[in-house]
């Protein structure tokens, strides 16, 4: 009895152990990643188009977005599709030097492929004004505003938005561009939304809530905080202040030397909730919100 007793002890607490880690493995079906970067790209990637889909599908995802900074990849998301059976793919659009800047064929293009994948417009990344300038690189850059006003095809792009229920993302625009453009897109009958990564546009907490304010649902992203672990508690104070209905999480992962991005997704989630967001808010930032942007269910 004396050496079984031990053993007994080491058992139960073994079991419940496992139970208790078994019920803590976050569900991850209903969760959407938004910012799937995948090869082949122009800059080095941790996995092709085909193994984000399985690794995404195998974690038990229910949609990613594939996205691309100088190539549409709503081809590519038909053909992850056709690849891997079990999770939603979308694809898009960035409006970089590479597709002609401000173009509206190339969301024209963007719908007209085959399998209706094309969902996301993103306004210039790399290529943005406020982003070059910010860089000081000097590079050749697209601008959306000019004396304050849209550049005359981004009207064009906006209304091939709304006609075709697309989702607008803000790409590397200034805060003041965004806010300067969310109700022209609405105007012109745009009705999602999404300002990427607004965190790393700088945009001001009072900026934040204007653009909530203003319709549009806002982007905060995992790379920037798994880089830099101080971002958490900035996530966290915008998320309790302006409320999670304007949030949405992603986990922009995809570089080389990255883990994939459902691990990305969980860490964030395991993250949030350590620095005290609950689960009715993580529900609205990596699913509710997400899919009503996509326009899923
Ligand atoms: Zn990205």
Redesign the pocket.
Known sequence: MIKVFPAFIFLITFFIGLASTQAQETDLSRVIDM?V?AGPDSRPRAMNDFEAARMARDAGLRAIVL?NHFTMTADRAALAMAQVEGLEIFGGVALNRAVGGINPEAVRQLVAFDGGRGKVVWLPTFDAEFYVKRAGTGDTYVSVMENESPVADLLQVFQIIAENSLLLAMGHSAPEEVLALIPIAKQQGVEQILVTHVFGQEATAQQMQQMADAGAKMEL?W?AAYTDPGLLRDYAAAIQSIGAEHFIISS?FGQAGNPDHATGMKQFIKALTEVGINQTQLGMLAEQNPATLLGLD
């Open positions: 910012h970067h996205k992203d790379l922009d």
